[in-house]
T-cell receptor, first 114, second 115 residues
């Protein structure tokens, strides 16, 4: 069965500092991996995805994520955090079984302090 | 391009009452999803449609939940009767349905409160 874990409920960073939101996954075969962001009272907004190829994926708003197959991780990163990045971030994995169902993590709340 | 539209945005009902949610996907998106999001959790799939066919409804509590997508475009999710534990956000998403790598785009959700 496929699963995804976001080990940190909350991440706190100062504005201007780099940020990392962690994600690990378990899936049979090659994974498809996604990051979404959710602002209060809003739906999930797509940030980026890894399908194949370059392990470093660049997405919206300066975010990027690094796929690491040996560590089964897909951590979200940004070189310089903004206060407006404060939101709830979800990692998701889609495998090659179970009808390509997408499984979402429980989410990590990011607080960026000015 | 218009995004996924959902209505209502908020709904408050008493337990045992019926409730319905409506979703209009992005134009041209053949695949439509209904997700349940409990507070502090990620979305969980309830049902997935490919055009008008429900291809994955294994997580839909069929004793009280029903869904339809009659013409392969708009969709309605219904709960009858609602229970206290149904209080959550109901998210609709859509995708092109072309291959397994396509991206899901989410609507703003309907926040249901059952009293």
């Amino acid at each position: 069965a496929q699963s995804v874990a976001q080990p940190e409920d909350q991440v706190n960073v100062a504005e201007g500092n780099p940020l990392t939101v962690k994600c690990t996954y378990s899936v049979s075969g090659n994974p498809y991996l996604f990051w979404y962001v959710q602002y209060p009272n809003r739906g999930l907004q797509f940030l980026l995805k890894y399908i194949t190829g370059d392990n470093l994926v660049k997405g919206s708003y300066g975010f990027e994520a690094e796929f690491n197959k040996s560590q089964t991780s897909f951590h979200l990163k940004k070189p310089s955090a903004l206060v407006s990045d404060s939101a709830l971030y979800f990692c998701a994995v889609r495998g090659h079984t179970g009808g390509f169902k997408t499984i979402f993590g429980a989410g990590t709340r990011l607080f960026v302090k000015a | 391009e218009a995004g996924v539209v959902q209505s209502p945005r908020y709904k408050i009902i008493e337990k045992k009452q019926p409730v319905a949610f409506w979703c209009n996907p992005i134009s041209g998106h053949n695949t439509l999803y209904w997700y349940l999001q409990n507070l502090g959790q990620g979305p969980e799939l309830l049902i997935r449609y490919e055009n008008e066919e429900a291809v994955d409804d294994s997580q839909l509590p069929k004793d009280r939940f029903s869904a339809e997508r009659l013409k392969g475009v708009d969709s309605t999710l219904k709960i009858q009767p609602a229970e206290l534990g149904d209080s959550a956000v109901y998210l609709c998403a859509s995708s092109t349905g072309v291959g397994s790598t396509d991206t899901q785009y989410f609507g703003p959700g309907t926040r249901l409160t059952v009293l």
